[in-house]
């Protein structure tokens, strides 16, 4: 119980006037005090009375919508408070994590004398992710002339557990079948002292004895070995797509927090194989970061986490340039003006040229994959992530990538799974799905060419569930 400004006055006029009465030897003065004292001091015991009374007539409670939630996601919380004897007025205030952002002056309510219940709605947002209490709330009571207030705890705490934003449901594959290894076989075709076992032979003098088959051995007494298929480095390419395009859905859920998950399952898989890995992130203007080629064990958590800390862009900055010199661009100014039949035969094949030359040009996806094969030669394992908004550009990407005797794994979003409302209309939603597909499925018709799809699980689920259920006669 604490003295509020109104009761330390009361007391120092009683101070005062108990040395006027004894300094001036008024008994009046004194009998006057008395009365004020037993006033401040009856205060006092009904005020202790109150707090008795309150603190099992006063329910008050904490409902957030929800318990569990993502970083950066508002949760409406619900504060109520009710009472049945007690009528002094009350003022209840809920204390959030300190590292949680709550509307200015929402999170508390007031009971006025005679009101019983009240109840209010404030939204909190959570930044941080972890665990997170909302202590319990506290109530703040006045007694009668205001000479004495409290401040109580009351109600339950409630525990937040707040999760990073991150892709749960990653399905990788064509369709609902799910694609079961990160990219591709990874075996040279020979003999030798490789992981996968291949094949089982008699020992030999000079074999050594790290690869005695002893179960083998045991059941035939007589000394066998266990070939294994031999594995062989694989010269790798990454390229990840995170232009503006591939930014679309719900925050922490996009088409490229998709994708970036299946390019660190596909950099996982490469450094335990321990196979020499170039990295590209292409953004709207072009490569935005490269690594030229990681072989140390080292070199791999970088690229990882250049990928964690890569973002869509949003296409500010400067574009490939349009011209070049020589080539289509310069036959097209040379004929500008030239009036004569030879240039009036050759100007539209070297417009349509120009034309297909800008087109590349501004296309930064082909643009990067064109200064890797110019670069480095050999047999190289293309992977590339991106979504589907840059189709013709994707299919000449492949097409450059896959010359020679050069495999191409292509993973791609599916912008129609990915819209915030992508379930709205279900119709329009499996037909824009269906042409993905259909885009798919040409893209791995190509030689040396796999091409999967990344998609939310639960939404492709709910999609051909949905559709199936359409279908299924009555």
Known sequence: ?????????????????????????????????????GWVLTAQLAFVRTLRTLTSDLSVSIVPAQETLMTDESVPVVLTAAREETDVPLEIAVTPPAAADVEADAASLSLADGEHAARTVFSLTVPVAGRHTVSRPTVTVRGAFGLFSETLPVGEAVALTVEPRLPRDVQVGAGDVRMTTPYGSHTAERWGAGVDPADIREYEPGDPATRIDWLTTARLNEPFLREAEATTERQTAVFVDHRATTGVGRSGVTAFDYLREAALAVVESAAAAEDPLSYYAVGDDGVTDRVASATAHTQYPIIERKLHALTPTTGDGVAWPKTERGGAGALTRALRGDDSAYASTLRPYVTTATRHRHATADDPLYRAAK?????????????????????????????????????????IAPRALYEPDALADLESAYAAYSDFVAFRESLAKTARVEAYEVTPGERLEALLTARRERRRPA
């Open 1 to 37: 119980m604490r003295v509020t400004r109104t009761g330390r006055e009361a007391l120092l006029l009683l101070a005062l006037l108990a040395g006027f009465a004894v300094v001036f030897a008024r008994p009046l003065v004194l009998l006057g005090l008395c009365l004020l004292g």
């Open 371 to 411: 200064t890797f094969t110019t670069r480095h030669g050999g047999q190289h394992w293309h992977v590339v992530f991106t979504d589907d908004a840059h189709r013709a550009e994707l299919q000449r990407t492949v097409n450059l990538l896959q010359h020679g005797d050069d495999h191409v794994l292509v993973f």
